[in-house]
């Protein structure tokens, strides 16, 4: 499996952080240097508020 990592910049900021697992897709969320969010999303689970943190901490780095 492989695992996405999206930046923000190449100065290494990412933001979110995509790994597959068997059933589901965990996602660490950074909107910070010193915050990390992780969600696990299952197969038939709604995205909206994902999105918005998501957004929210792209938004949130420099």
Known sequence: MHRVVFCKSF????FVDVEPQ???VL?????N???TQ???L???QDLD???ALIR???SSIH
């Open 11 to 14: 100065a290494f900021r990412w």
């Open 38 to 40: 992780t969600v696990q």
């Open 33 to 35: 240097r010193k915050e």
């Open 22 to 24: 068997n059933d589901s």
């Open 42 to 44: 299952g197969l038939d």
């Open 56 to 58: 929210e901490a792209y």
């Open 49 to 51: 508020k994902t999105q």
């Open 27 to 31: 996602l660490k969320i950074q909107k």
